[in-house]
C-alpha cells in the first residue's frame, strides 16, 4: 500500500527511521536520519510509516545486517544490502499478513544463517597445517 507521506512525517525508508524533508509531485525528494540529510527519488512504495509492525521489522533486518557486518568477511555487501531491503519490503507490505510475514522473515533468517555457516566454515580450512584464514 503506497502512503501519501508529507514534509514533516517520519518514515522507514531502508529499514531506518527517516524524516522526510522534501515531497515532489507525491515522490519523496529528501529525508532525514537525524544525523545527514539525503536526496534522491525514494519511492512511496519503498517507504513505510511508523507503526509497532514496522518498527518491529526494520529492528529486525537491522539486527541482521550488523551481525553480518561483524563476521568481518569480505562479504559482498552492496548486493546482500540491497536483498534484504528488497525482503524488508516485501515483510513491511505482508505486515497485516502474519503467516506471510512469518514466512519472508524464516527465508530471510535462513538466508542470513547460510552466509554466517559459510564464513565460519572458510576459517576452519588448513592448508600445510596452516589455517588460512583468521579467527
Not at 514533516?8 to 527511521?17: C, H, V
Not at 499478513?97 to 514466512?103: G, L, P, Q, S, V
Not at 542470513?112 to 588448513?126: A, M
Given at each position: 500500500?503506497?502512503?501519501?507521506?508529507?514534509?514533516?512525517?517520519?518514515?522507514?525508508?531502508?529499514?531506518?527511521?527517516?524524516?522526510?524533508?522534501e515531497?515532489?509531485?507525491g515522490?519523496?525528494?529528501?529525508?532525514?536520519d537525524?544525523?545527514?540529510?539525503?536526496?534522491?527519488?525514494?519511492?512511496?512504495?519503498?517507504?513505510?510509516?511508523?507503526?509497532?509492525?514496522?518498527?518491529?521489522?526494520?529492528?529486525?533486518?537491522?539486527?541482521?545486517?550488523?551481525?553480518?557486518?561483524?563476521?568481518n568477511a569480505q562479504?559482498?555487501?552492496?548486493?546482500?544490502?540491497?536483498?534484504?531491503?528488497?525482503?524488508?519490503?516485501?515483510?513491511?507490505?505482508?505486515?497485516?499478513?502474519?503467516?506471510?510475514?512469518?514466512?519472508?522473515?524464516?527465508?530471510?533468517?535462513?538466508?542470513?544463517?547460510?552466509?554466517?555457516?559459510?564464513?565460519?566454515s572458510q576459517?576452519?580450512?588448513v592448508?600445510?597445517?596452516?589455517?588460512?584464514?583468521?579467527?
Amino acid at each position: 500500500m503506497i502512503e501519501n507521506f508529507k514534509v514533516g512525517d517520519e518514515i522507514y525508508e531502508e529499514f531506518k527511521l527517516k524524516e522526510i524533508r522534501e515531497v515532489r509531485d507525491g515522490i519523496i525528494w529528501s529525508l532525514h536520519d537525524k544525523y545527514f540529510i539525503s536526496s534522491g527519488n525514494y519511492s512511496p512504495s519503498q517507504c513505510f510509516p511508523v507503526e509497532d509492525k514496522v518498527k518491529s521489522l526494520s529492528e529486525t533486518f537491522e539486527n541482521w545486517s550488523h551481525e553480518l557486518h561483524q563476521l568481518n568477511a569480505q562479504l559482498n555487501y552492496p548486493k546482500i544490502r540491497g536483498y534484504l531491503n528488497n525482503r524488508w519490503i516485501d515483510a513491511c507490505d505482508a505486515r497485516t499478513d502474519d503467516e506471510k510475514c512469518f514466512n519472508i522473515m524464516q527465508s530471510v533468517s535462513a538466508f542470513i544463517e547460510t552466509i554466517k555457516y559459510h564464513v565460519e566454515s572458510q576459517k576452519q580450512i588448513v592448508v600445510h597445517g596452516v589455517n588460512i584464514f583468521g579467527r
